[in-house]
């Protein structure tokens, strides 16, 4: 009978699938070799577990070394005080049966209790809200990383917070005053809320009879510059402000943008420039600049350290 | 006769490869981690209560206590590492040091800068990116933390250079 030929493909293909296999076989023989070189298991390491320190107790009897011998030839006769026997040790005490008494629930967390107010949002999470606890009308202004009672800010989002306490974090919503936002001009969903429903600010009622140049003064209202404490939304609509840095840290706030014939505008303000301080009070930190923003309605003049261009300004206002 | 010597090399380069994706897959993996972690025992530092999965070509130590001279430094929640021959990967997730947590630490290497290692820091306390030179065994990093981390690390940060970005930029000679 003829034998089988086979047809020069298959050889082919038999010749190349060889010449694999003998590569992944002398792969695998390398690894092999590497393997042996290599240690079997984990290396043992002697590492005492426990995070509590390690108290001994401390003979003082034996604390200080050997006695000092003595020799014979210098004994010396002493007196011997002859010490009255110890008392008998106290009985045991009686051990009463302890009577477990089930610990008392853990609180519940402070979290839960805060309401964010409003939200003053600068983007890449950082911010600041004012919030205050339930049932109680106080409010508090935070930012981004700061701690209020147990409970540490770590996020702003331009509707709500995240909190943190006790490693637990807790998103807060805004639970009614409208959102504003860092860029002018971008729409915000507003909610008015219950508690600040009786606050009506009629749209156009911020008109410029509310700042007028008298002389060489400038005439700001003061029911002007209380509306603006009350609602800090009104504040972000027209102006947006960023941080002016110098070598990290902040020097002043640099108007970003302002809006055509607000009330910002007609103060003199514009865009590019740096407020530095305010009534004497250098603007160093978001704390100064809420403190300041805090008593603007309660002061009757006010003088801002400005620098625009290369050039330092003051510009002063009279609140009547 | 070109085309069968273009032919040819194709065929000797495709059994390089061969080779070398294979000698990765077929490397113990877990027993060069003993081995890394012998020698970084000598510098007192150790792993503990990981757990260890190994793949043809990646590696990953789930839940690790890592110690420092005896001292529970900082827990890793994973690391993962990937390699491809032309393109590796290692990342860290949820790494809880000191009560900061850094949600996600990546190092990455390619055949495009092969001294070099990228290395990435997400997390919402601390942010940064660098690189870790090989040849000279150099980190340069470009740290940016929260206020809290820059006042609690204040020694720490201050040993770098504050850049008008707001960054710190540490170098470190290893």
Do not use: C
Not at chain 1, 96 to 112: D, N, T
Not at chain 1, 120 to 145: H, P, Q
Not at chain 1, 230 to 252: A, C, F, M, P, V
Not at chain 1, 262 to 279: A, H, M, P, R, T
């Amino acid at each position: 009978m003829g034998s089988i030929k086979l047809n020069t493909t298959y050889k082919n293909e038999i010749k190349l699938a060889l010449q694999i296999g003998a590569v992944l076989f002398v792969s695998y023989f390398l690894s092999i070799v590497v393997f042996l070189f290599l240690p079997k298991e984990k290396p043992q390491s002697q590492i005492i577990t426990t995070s509590t320190l390690e108290y001994k107790s401390f003979d003082f009897q034996n604390a200080f070394g050997s006695q000092e011998v003595v020799p014979s030839s210098v004994v010396v006769a002493r007196k011997v005080k002859v010490v009255a026997p110890p008392p008998p040790p106290p009985p045991p005490p009686v051990i009463e049966p302890v009577v477990e008494i089930a610990p008392p629930p853990p609180p519940p967390p402070f979290a839960l209790s805060i309401n964010i107010v409003a939200i003053f949002d600068m983007g890449k999470g950082r911010g600041f809200l004012t919030i205050n606890e339930r049932g109680n009308k106080a409010t508090t202004i935070i930012s981004t990383g700061e701690t209020y009672k147990s409970v540490k800010l770590l996020k702003v989002f331009p509707k709500y917070g995240l909190f943190l306490e006790n490693d637990t974090e807790y998103k807060i919503e805004l639970n009614s005053v409208a959102v504003a936002d860092r860029q002018v001009g971008n729409k915000t969903t507003q909610q008015t809320s219950p508690a600040q429903s009786q606050i009506v600010a009629p749209t156009n009622s911020l008109g410029s009879e509310r700042i007028q140049q008298i002389g060489n003064k400038t005439v700001v209202k003061k029911d002007l510059l209380e509306e603006y404490t009350k609602n800090s939304d009104k504040i972000w609509r027209d102006i947006s402000l960023k941080e002016n840095l110098t070598n990290g840290k902040i020097d002043g706030f640099k108007i970003d943008k302002i809006k055509r014939g607000s009330n910002f505008e007609k103060l003199g303000l514009q865009s590019g420039d740096i407020l530095k301080s305010v009534n004497n009070v250098e603007l160093k930190s978001y704390d100064e600049a809420m403190n300041i923003y805090k008593k603007v309605g309660n002061m009757s003049a006010l003088n801002m350290k400005i620098i625009r261009g290369n050039e330092i300004m003051e510009i002063g206002y009279e609140i009547k | 006769m070109k085309s069968l010597m273009m032919q040819r090399s194709l065929k000797y380069v495709g059994f390089v490869l061969i080779f070398l994706f294979s000698f990765i897959a077929f490397l113990p993996k877990e027993n060069i981690y003993f081995y890394y972690l012998e020698k970084l025992q000598h510098k007192n530092i150790s792993f503990q209560n990981e757990e260890i999965n190994s793949g043809a070509f990646n590696f990953s130590i789930v839940n690790g206590d890592v110690f420092y001279k005896d001292i529970n430094a900082f827990k890793v929640e994973s690391i993962e590492m990937k390699y491809l021959l032309v393109y590796g990967k290692i990342v860290t997730s949820n790494i809880l040091f000191d009560g900061l947590k850094i949600d996600d630490m990546e190092f990455s290497w390619s055949i495009l800068s092969p001294f070099q290692f990228d290395i990435i820091l997400l997390s919402s306390d601390l942010n940064g990116y660098g690189t870790y030179d090989i040849q000279e065994r150099n980190f340069e990093l470009y740290l940016k933390p929260s206020m809290a981390v820059a006042k609690k690390y204040g020694a720490f940060f201050n040993q770098g250079e504050l850049t008008k970005d707001g960054e710190y930029k540490i170098e470190y000679n290893l």
